[in-house]
């Protein structure tokens, strides 16, 4: 029987309490004594405080739930059961925690959810046997609601009768908070304060070993503050100990340091030792255990020693004899050369499931001296065998441990009774971890050793130094570890709690002062005012802080960002003063200047106004104090890294900034340490003090504070994160040190006016083309130097800066060869051959924009895209018209870039640029012709076909322009007589520019590296005929020839190689104009059909090339090649290289099975089956997943059936983008809403903003349907079926769950339009029958099919069709796959219509979407997985069977393993003969146990072992994973046997699901019915009207007040389908399930609990 003994003289109320709520579920004797303690049925001690004892007794009967209905309800109450033993059994804190406790009670009846928890217990028995509380209630002094809640529990039948139960040496005289004179001596601290076992007042002593070999950090200040705070509870003694085992690691600077470090967190220690005090000590007992054949010396190597412990096997050394041991031990103490290879080993046990008591290691041979001993051993313990002894000896009787250490508990135990000493209690706490930070010395010191941080005590550190010098307070700190108390739970804490506890320290005593951002700030003149002062409190709220002196006077001055927001004709409180009436804001180039106002403080109405913070302006009086204001952002720019991250590449090394300020005269008072807030910036902690003017510097010293933390997300980086750029100060980032990371922060500087010819003007132009060149070089030096990614940011946005400002200064985007442009002089001067030059550039980039529009219009493009084509046309053909004083037309003769003989003139640059247009266009019209012959060849889509002849027509129309002729094939074409090589020169530079900003747009959207290498290689291919043309190479900062530089000459055949004539020439155009659709294709990523199309034309054009001229095509310039290619294709190549993420290791040996049980903690269950069975790995994205094998293999087991069966219905695969333009989306945001809120979007491209973002598909109705309007014009187009495999983004919500509830997710998205309703509804319940298949024949998963309440159906269509299934664990249903009828919803929005055959007339289709995702999977695991890791069901699974050879022993001959292994390899090939998936795990690294496990965990569903016996008997052992049952089978019959066994489990499976299912549905007709049975985890068909109101009442009045699980949300039952199968026919007279509603149901609807 269990056993509550209780203490007579203080009484566990709270343990009384739960053990009588408990009674008739758990059988509890409860015998009163001197102690509290606790006995279970197996013998074991729990806890012997009252809280631990409720928890241990409310765990015992879960079903009541005493202990919390779910995780997060369980961590609710170790909330309170902490606060019992922290603040409320505290004096300090008695009163805040009773206040605390009123507030909380206010609008609740119970502390945890909607019903009576432990924590109610608890806390009514702490309060119970509190003197304090009862002194409060006998004077009517306890708050309201906390009494009313008192009252409430005293009232209740079981506390009742506890309370009368209490012995008369229990009770308690009422006594006054703050009079610990009056409290009884005789109670027991030890239920007050701490959860310690067995401890009594005056006797506790507890100990803090900290190794010295580094700065302490918060952890450690956790682990010394517990052990101070136990000390003091239990007026007790702590001894301070070094653990010096390892002399390699010891180093006597750091024992100050620590020691300085204890005295900082106000800590006393008793005693002072370090564990080489007992070294001798030790040693003997070494030597004990060695002669008691308890120990034995091994000199295996470590690497041979940990495979050993990993594999449970014995070391050879295990069974030495005693003298040979000692023998052995004696070389290791001498140091001998055969001394350093062994280590002493405690005898325990190899095979043990606790990796911790496999012999482990106790001592080791290190000849080198110590810091304490120096030379006098040559062997040294281990801190696992020295700290038991040490602890007995010193008397220490509680050794906190933190939660990690649980695994050595038994190996500390083992040393304990091995040697026969004293055994004090090890009790467990919580390490502290957290977030954006490391606590590994090794790191910390890494960060230091760099120089990414100042020093051990810099405040970006977790050192206790530098979260002291950041503002952090040591009562702070202390409340904090009070606060977490002794939870053993190993969570990642934010740094926001600390500094949240830290605010509440601060907030009532820190001064309040005033600063002025120096950068932006604006005089405010105000009239009628004196230089005055007046006393103003320090701080509003607590007058004990003192006062300051105010000054005021006409001149003031406050920051640019307030005078921003000042409204003429309107008061403006300036604090501590009081209203100014504002009376102008006066403002240049959109900044205000100044400000006039007039002195309103007889005005009190501070109501609605501005507040401001602001300075007197006056040297003399109120002179500013140089104020430097440091911010700092975390250090690890990764909230919790992962086990294979490497911290260093989460370094963040711009995480300091400062910003100049001018502080209020007060500043210069405050010395090092003292903390203040500065008003509306936060809080501070002056780190150097003020100096005065010091003429050595030529400056005061200013004064600097650095920002303290308030616990909210903004408090840590850079000020202003929430503000515009123009306002926050300390926006502005210059680029980090390499060491520091240290960034100056300054407000945005205003806009550079343009320049408007004066020479100052210019010259700034000047200064800044050179900033970007410098700049611009900076970059790739960096990116070459493969820096890091966040200070190669830093520099881009420097640069990007820089060109804001030469478009400020100059009008006109900055490109490469910018050059300062000179303003004519006089007005009348005709345009130079500048212009002229620039004339002919912008006339072909006007040609080639019209391209692209007349592309976009003839491909029906989005009208937002074509809209600003268009516009950039409109633009250029402007620039044109400002750069010649004429109106663009097609084939119109550019301006003469000089002036030529009359002889001359027919070479004019006119007709040579109307005749390359001509040459050009006709390349094109041919091309195109090719195109649409090949199409017309190949039968292809008639709207494919006319779409291209439009683009044919258009170009043919275009060459008329032209050239005034009707385009004809084989035509003459007029060629240029003369040329100017500046001229072709001046084309080609324009064009490297272009393909330039080409190739750096596809890198700053990391664009396929293909992709990538094509455009490169186009620039080098130009950049070649550059060379080829003018003789030089071609330079970013070179600026282009204009023809008058130089005197025009006639082209000459050795410029470049001659354009072959006739037949040759028309192949030659044909074949660059093809070459461009090739890379435009490729480019655009088009389809590949397409794409080898179009290749194929090329290269047979090449080929009649070759035949024509007798030579092999070459592009002009020599072919585009050019030397330095492979170095650039190689940079290219190292450059965008993307970081790989370090797969995650297999599964460790000694933690390969599950942690946690699916019916205790189903979320931790669900993690761990899904990792440890290596189905999927976590990513550093929220919300997103990595795939393995294992489970891809799951869907593609699902597509592989699917697929072939919609194929037989005539569906046809397809695949459109991913993006979607905002228009589109919009269109359907009017009708639909439902996906709004999921919708991700892109909105930058590199460091540029989108004109317009782009959204990413959360489904595709938006991306197809446009397709579809111009794909169907007639009924002969109908049906029209199309289905695609591909990913969906839906990114709104906050608790993602693998597989159920993803970001992104795979699926098969089918849509499909008809010409009748009735084909439509056919085609709906056929694909929804298919869904169900899926489920019950390949998942084994048993579903319900039904339609979807108008609530709950697809938003947009006319209804929806679901199955759903049953995950028994959480009582919730999951929808599986749904077919979605659209009725003419969509049509009619996209305009898909077809013409009736009968009538002529125009009519909408009808239309259908139906989906399945990788849910499937998830749900596939949650039914069918149990505690032991994954069960597949045999259709699904990669492997069905295992083959494990077993027996294969050391005493095995070599012949018989070869034989055994024959034999598995055989039994593998005859069950592949019948296409059963297997694999022999023939591994000799692992034994047969952990591959049982392994093959186990992974969910096989059959596992065969054979043995050298097996093979005698011709047979073999078969496990099946669903049942566990070993069968022995004959060999003979495997052929047959197996496969049917396998259709035995399928079947078995898809039972046993369909059973837990089956008996979870309930018909319910009463709402009280319904909420039992939602509580007993059913799904409940019940009488239901359909309306929505009502669906929404049933959800709200059946949610619980906590989670189901962690991470779900509160949620009531939701209608999961009305089903096809109805329970019932609907009678007379029945009612609507929810409560109140009269209305007439029309069918059973199924409710439940739902993921």
Not at 358 to 373: L, Q
Not at 633 to 641: E, R
Not at 1446 to 1466: I, Q, S
Request: hydrophobic fraction near 35%.
């Amino acid at each position: 029987m269990t056993k509550l003994n209780v203490s007579k003289k203080c009484p566990a109320v709270g343990a009384l309490l739960t053990a009588g709520a408990v009674q008739g579920n758990v059988n509890i004797s409860v015998v009163w004594g001197e102690d509290t303690s606790y006995t279970m049925e197996g013998g074991s001690i729990g806890s012997t405080t009252p809280v631990g004892i409720a928890r241990c007794i409310a765990r015992q009967a879960p079903s009541l739930g005493l202990y919390g209905q779910d995780i997060l309800s369980q961590t609710e109450v170790d909330h309170w059961l902490s606060f019992c033993l922290g603040p409320l059994s505290c004096l300090s804190e008695f009163k805040s925690a009773i206040s605390y406790l009123d507030n909380v009670l206010k609008p609740v009846t119970y502390l945890v959810g909607k019903a009576i928890t432990i924590a109610d217990y608890c806390v009514f028995g702490s309060l119970n046997r509190n003197p304090h509380w009862l002194f409060m209630m006998e004077k009517s002094q306890a708050p309201s609601s906390l009494m009313r809640w008192y009252k409430m529990l005293s009232a209740l039948p079981e506390v009742k009768a506890v309370l009368q139960k209490l012995p008369s040496e229990s009770k308690l005289t009422p006594t006054a908070a703050g009079d610990p004179s009056k409290e009884k001596k005789e109670e027991s601290a030890g239920g007050k304060f701490v959860e310690l076992p067995g401890a009594e007042e005056g006797k506790v002593i507890v100990r803090f070993p900290p190794e010295a070999s580094g700065f302490l950090h918060v952890g450690h200040a956790k682990a010394a503050l517990l052990n101070n705070h136990y000390k003091e509870s239990f007026k007790g003694k702590l001894i301070m100990r070094f653990d010096d085992t390892n002399p390699a690691k010891e180093k006597e600077e750091y024992e100050e340091v620590i020691l300085e470090d204890l005295k900082m967190l106000q800590v006393k220690y008793d005693h002072f030792s370090r564990t080489s005090d007992h070294f001798e000590v030790i040693l003997k007992y070494c030597e004990k255990l060695l002669k008691e054949g308890k120990a034995y010396v091994d000199d295996t190597d470590a690497e041979t020693m940990k495979a050993e412990r990993e594999a449970k096997k014995d070391s050879k050394n295990r069974n030495n004899s005693v003298d040979q041991n000692l023998k052995m031990w004696e070389e290791m103490k001498k140091g001998s050369e055969k001394g350093v290879k062994c280590a002493v080993r405690a005898k325990i046990d190899m095979q043990s499931a606790n990796g911790c008591l496999r012999d482990p290691t106790i001592y080791r041979c290190k000849p080198e001296p110590h810091p304490a001993t120096g030379t006098k051993y040559k062997v040294y313990p281990t801190y696992d065998f020295a700290c038991p002894i040490v602890d007995s000896v010193e008397g220490v009787t509680h050794s906190l441990r933190t939660t990690e250490y649980m695994d050595r508990d038994d190996q500390f135990y083992w040393f304990i009774d091995a040697l026969g000493l004293r055994k004090p209690y090890i009790w467990a706490y919580a390490r502290l971890n957290l977030t954006n930070t490391v606590m590994s010395k090794r790191k910390l010191t890494w960060l230091v050793d760099e120089g990414v941080v100042d020093g051990w005590n810099d405040p970006r550190l977790p050192t206790v130094r530098g979260v002291l010098r950041r503002g952090l307070t040591v009562e702070a700190l202390k409340q904090f570890i009070v606060a977490q108390g002794s939870s053993r739970s190993v969570v990642f804490m934010e740094w926001d709690k600390i500094w949240a506890f830290n605010k509440k320290v601060l907030d009532p005593v820190v001064p309040r002062h005033t600063t002025v951002d120096k950068s932006y700030r604006v005089p405010v003149n105000v009239s009628g005012v004196q230089l005055a002062s007046h006393a103003a409190a320090r701080h509003p709220k607590n007058p004990e802080v003192g006062e300051k002196t105010v000054w005021t006077g006409p001149v003031l001055t406050i920051d640019g960002v307030d005078a921003e927001q000042l409204k003429e004709g309107e008061n403006a409180t300036f604090i501590n003063w009081g209203n100014l009436m504002i009376k102008k804001v006066n403002k240049a180039n959109n900044r205000v200047v100044s400000v006039d106002a007039e002195d309103n403080t007889s005005n009190k109405d501070f109501k609605k106004t501005l507040k401001l913070t602001w300075l007197c302006e006056n040297d003399d009086k109120s002179p500013f104090t140089p104020t430097l204001l440091v911010y700092y952002d975390h250090i690890i720019s990764k909230p919790i890294l992962d086990k294979d991250d490497d911290f260093k590449n989460f370094v963040n090394k711009d995480s300091k900034f400062e910003v100049e300020m001018l502080g209020d005269p007060e500043l210069k008072k405050l010395k090092k340490g003292d903390i203040v807030q500065i008003q509306r910036r936060g809080y501070f902690i002056c780190d150097v003090e003020y100096a005065p003017y010091d003429q050595s510097v030529g400056r005061a010293r200013p004064v600097v504070m650095l920002a303290i933390p308030d616990g909210t997300p903004n408090s840590y980086g850079p000020p202003g994160k929430t503000v515009s750029p123009s306002s926050a100060p300390g926006k502005g980032k210059e680029s980090s040190k390499a060491g520091g990371g240290k960034a100056k922060a300054t407000s945005t500087p205003a806009k550079a006016s343009p320049a408007t010819g004066s020479s100052g003007g210019q010259s700034g132009v000047e200064k800044i083309l050179n900033d970007i060149k410098s700049q611009g070089d900076k970059v790739r030096s960096l990116k070459e130097a493969k820096a890091d990614k966040a200070t190669v940011g830093e520099a881009v946005k420097v640069l990007l800066e820089l060109k804001g400002q030469y478009k400020a200064a100059t009008g006109e985007d900055w490109k490469p060869g910018a050059t300062v442009k000179q303003e004519s002089k006089v007005a009348a001067t005709p345009p130079s051959s500048n212009a002229n030059d620039n004339a002919v550039e912008l006339n072909a980039k006007i040609i080639a924009q019209g391209d692209i529009v007349r592309k976009l219009k003839a491909d029906k493009a989005d009208k937002s895209n074509i809209d600003a084509s268009v516009k950039i046309l409109l633009q250029l053909k402007g620039d044109f018209k400002s750069a010649t004083g004429k109106d663009w037309k097609p084939g119109m003769q550019m301006p003469e870039s000089n002036p030529a003989p009359a002889a001359a003139q027919k070479s004019s640059s006119g007709e040579s640029s109307s005749s390359s247009v001509a040459v050009d266009l006709n390349a094109k019209v041919s091309a195109q012709g090719d195109v649409v012959r090949k199409l017309k060849g190949e039968k292809a889509d008639k709207s494919k076909i006319d779409a291209e002849v439009k683009i044919l027509l258009q170009l043919k129309a275009d060459f008329k322009a032209a050239t005034g002729l009707d385009w004809k094939p084989g035509m003459k074409l007029p060629e240029p007589e003369t040329n100017s090589p500046q001229t072709g020169s001046c084309d080609i530079d324009a064009k490297i520019r272009s393909q330039g900003d080409a190739v750096r747009k596809l890198k700053s959207e990391k664009a396929d590296k293909k992709e990538i290498d094509a455009a490169v290689k186009i620039l080098l291919a130009l950049k070649a005929d550059f060379k080829a043309a003018t003789g030089t190479d071609w330079k970013p900062d070179m600026a282009p020839k204009s023809a008058s530089s130089t005197p025009a000459v006639t082209t000459t055949k050795a410029a470049s190689p001659a354009k072959p004539d006739g037949r040759g020439a028309e192949l030659h155009d044909k074949i660059v104009a093809q070459g461009n659709i090739v890379r435009d294709l490729k480019s655009k990523k088009g389809d590949q059909a397409e794409i080898d199309a179009a290749v194929k034309i090329l290269l047979d054009l090449k080929g009649e090339y070759k035949t024509a001229t007798g030579e092999t095509w070459k592009p002009p310039g020599g072919g585009g090649g050019s030397s330095s290619k492979p170095k650039q294709d190689k940079k290219e190549k190292q450059k965008e290289k993307p970081k790989e993420k370090p797969s995650a290791p297999a599964a460790g040996v000694t933690r390969l099975g599950l942690e946690a049980k699916k019916e205790e903690n189903l979320p931790e269950w669900y993690a761990q089956v899904l990792t440890k069975s290596e189905m999927l790995d976590y990513y550093d994205v929220s919300g997103c997943y990595i795939l393995r094998p294992w489970s891809y293999a799951i869907w593609d087991f699902i597509k592989e059936f699917f697929d072939a069966e919609i194929k037989k219905l005539d569906v046809e695969n397809c695949y459109f983008p991913c993006f979607v333009s905002k228009a589109a989306l919009e269109k359907e945001e009017t009708h639909i809403e439902d996906f709004a809120p999921e919708v991700a979007w892109v909105t930058k491209s590199g460091n540029s903003e989108l004109a317009e973002p782009i959204a990413i598909r959360p489904t595709s109705e938006t991306v197809m349907y446009p397709a579809y309007a111009r794909w169907i014009q007639s009924y002969r187009d109908l049906p029209l079926k199309l289905n695609q495999w591909n990913n969906i983004v839906r990114w709104e919500f906050k608790h993602p769950q693998p597989f159920l509830r993803t970001r992104e997710f795979l699926w098969q998205e089918g849509h499909t339009a008809f010409a009748t309703l009735k084909e439509a509804e056919d085609e709906v319940m056929c694909i929804l029958n298919l869904y169900k298949r899926v489920f019950e024949e390949l998942l084994a998963v048993p579903v319900v099919q039904g339609r979807k309440t108008e609530k709950e159906k697809f938003a947009g269509g006319d209804f929806t069709t679901t199955i759903e299934a049953y995950i028994a664990a959480s009582g919730r249903a999951i929808q599986a796959g749904t077919s979605h009828h659209l009725g003419q919803n969509f049509s009619k929005m996209f305009e898909i219509t077809f013409e009736n055959p009968e009538t002529g007339e125009k009519q909408y289709v009808y239309q259908n979407s139906w989906g399945i995702t990788t849910r499937t999977i998830g749900c596939m695991v949650m039914v069918h997985a149990d505690n032991a890791g994954l069960v597949l069901p045999p259709r699904v699974a990669k492997i069905q069977v295992v083959v494990v050879p077993c027996g294969v022993t050391v005493n095995l001959k070599k012949e018989d393993r070869e034989a055994l292994y024959k034999e598995c390899e055989d039994f593998k090939s005859r069950l592949q003969a019948v296409g059963i998936r297997v694999k022999a795990d023939m591994r000799e690294n692992y034994s047969p146990g952990w591959k049982f496990n392994h093959w186990e965990l992974k969910g096989v569903p059959i596992r065969v072992e054979i043995g050298p016996k097996d093979m005698k008997a011709s047979q073999y052992v078969l496990v099946r994973r669903d049942t566990g049952e070993k069968i022995v089978m004959k060999r003979a019959g495997v052929e047959d046997d197996i496969p049917a066994l396998l259709d035995t489990i399928q079947s078995c499976m898809l039972a046993k699901a369909r059973t837990e299912m089956t008996d979870h549905i309930r018909v319910v007709e009463n709402f009280d019915d319904f909420l039992k049975g939602l509580d007993e985890k059913c799904l409940l068909q019940s009488p239901f009207c359909g309306a929505v109101p009502c669906e929404d009442e049933i959800k709200e009045l059946s949610k619980k007040d906590a989670d189901l699980e962690p991470g779900a949300p509160s949620m009531g039952a939701k209608s999961l389908c009305v089903p096809f199968k109805q329970p019932g026919q609907i009678k007379p007279g029945m009612k609507c399930i929810k409560p109140g509603c009269n209305a007439t149901p029309i069918s059973y609807c199924m409710f439940g609990r739902s993921y």
